[in-house]
């Protein structure tokens, strides 16, 4: 729900590099018509390091093309 805190988040990049933070909800809807699955945003909270900032907008970034990439092939 809006204004939640997840605490204790990890997140594993495909290079194998582990990101602790928080998360901090600003929205969440139910994510196609599953009942049990939620598309939720956020803020990131309580990274160790301007480095693991750097390191999470390059993975977000990674996806974003891919994404790209999938919607020209079809």
């Known amino acids: 729900m809006r204004g939640d805190l997840l ?3 990890t997140l594993t990049l495909p290079n194998e590099i582990n990101i602790h933070f928080e998360l901090l909800i600003r929205s969440s809807k139910p994510y196609s018509n ?3 699955k939620l598309l939720i945003g956020g803020h990131f909270d ?3 390091s301007p480095k693991e900032q ?3 907008e390059q993975f ?3 996806v974003e093309r891919s994404q790209i990439r999938q919607k020209k092939d079809y």
């Open 7 to 9: 605490k204790n988040c």
């Open 34 to 36: 599953s009942r049990t």
């Open 46 to 48: 309580q990274l160790k």
């Open 54 to 56: 750097n390191q999470l």
């Open 60 to 62: 977000f970034a990674l």
